[in-house]
């Protein structure tokens, strides 16, 4: 996904990353209907779940789904977040989360997207990206229809 954005410069998005709880789901359950979208995305970016499964419920709810899935350990979430990140290469990667321990995926990320979905979102989280959008849908209908993306992060 190649989008240029007057002022900015170019960004080539290879990898999407996403929250689970409080982005993707609430209650440990995937969001309606977002699974067709995220067939649809993975068929133009890798797209990468991370957790804690607090909940268990991730792989029972992610089953049948074009996406890596990576279950993080408990403690220092922000940071390991941020390390998968960086390891595939920040400047590819589009994050999305809500969280307070999201904040540091989100900065390191090419482009970082705040979430406001039903269990809120960190003021953290939104200081530390570059876009916040009012859920999950209009995050990844940005990503569906980029020049959204460009008519708001030109300059």
Aim: proline share 2%; aromatic share 2%; with cysteine.
């Amino acid at each position: 996904m190649l989008l240029t954005i007057p002022g900015t410069g170019t960004l080539e998005l290879q990898h999407l990353v996403l929250d689970y709880n409080g982005t993707i789901a609430r209650d440990g359950q995937l969001l309606s209907n977002l699974d067709k979208t995220l067939t649809e995305l993975a068929e133009k970016i890798t797209v990468h779940v991370l957790t804690a499964d607090t909940g268990g419920t991730v792989r029972q709810e992610l089953e049948g789904l074009p996406c890596r899935l990576h279950i993080i350990t408990s403690g220092n979430e922000a940071e390991q977040k941020e390390a998968y990140i960086q390891a595939l290469g920040a400047d590819t990667v589009v994050a999305m989360g809500n969280g307070a321990n999201d904040r540091l995926m989100l900065k390191a990320a090419r482009l970082g997207i705040a979430v406001l979905e039903g269990e809120g979102t960190a003021a953290s989280a939104i200081l530390h990206a570059d876009l916040v959008v009012r859920s999950m849908y209009d995050a990844l209908g940005l990503l569906m229809v980029p020049q959204r993306i460009v008519a708001t992060l030109r300059s």
